[in-house]
């Protein structure tokens, strides 16, 4: 009898200790979803306020553009390039109001290079230059515009190749300087913004899916930049959602 009483006390006492240690383990478990949770919202509300500069940045291109040209002034074909940037502008606007989430992210600065494009047009025709052609946004930082020619540039610790680059960087490089580099915060630091990983795929994706059959970007998202794996562009082409 008293074997019995001290078996089903031992059996109670292992019961409780490993309740004990499920409940720990579930507490565990729930922190480290909150964390991570946590750390997503983060990295989609740094997203998107990336993202909300840039359509800002645009807006404020296009005021300066007023001033500088005068819309009621432009030949039709101008005014026309005029109009369409003005509705990637609106429509840039309205799709990030529409999600508050990173769902329209690709579509934003899908509509911002489009826009930045018919921008460059309205410049080149009210300076008597040919209309440019669609080229990829400049690498460095998209927000740049676009590109007017490919360079052979070499990241930190990576290798070299060909990549768009804006005139202002183009000459930058030419003369031995650095380019102007788009930075992001990651963990505390700045950071290029082709090291931000998956994170900002969607945010690239729509400034180059466009241009998926130009060798000069199908090498950006082949190569990766060669930066030890951590290349943005690696998944340039994936429709996949945002990763954690």
Known sequence: MLGNLVLLAMFMVGLVAT???????????????????????SRVNQMRKDTEADVTAFGESLRELDLEVGAEDLSTEARDDWKRALDCYDRAKDLMAADPGTGNITLVT???EEGRHAVACVKAREAGEPVPEM??????DPA??????DVMW????????????????????QQGRSPWI???AMEGHQV???????????????YYHRYE?????????????????LGLFSALFDDGPMGP
Not at 144 to 149: A, F
Not at 213 to 229: E, H, K, R
Request: glycine fraction near 10%; hydrophobic fraction near 40%; proline fraction near 9%.
């Open 110 to 112: 899908e509509a911002l």
């Open 192 to 206: 290029p913004y082709w090291e931000a990983g998956n994170d900002y795929a969607p945010w690239v994706r729509g």
């Open 144 to 149: 740049h515009g676009p590109s007017t020619t």
């Open 213 to 229: 059959q130009s060798p000069v970007v199908n090498g950006l998202a082949v190569g990766g930049l060669g930066i030890l794996g």
């Open 182 to 184: 788009r930075t992001v």
């Open 19 to 41: 309740m004990a240690a499920m409940s720990r383990a579930q507490k565990q478990a729930r922190e480290v979803e909150a964390q991570r949770a946590k750390a997503i919202e």
């Open 135 to 140: 080229r990829p946004p400049c690498f460095f």
């Open 154 to 173: 070499s990241p930190e610790g990576g290798v070299a190749r060909k990549v768009p680059a804006c005139a202002a960087d183009a000459a930058r490089i």
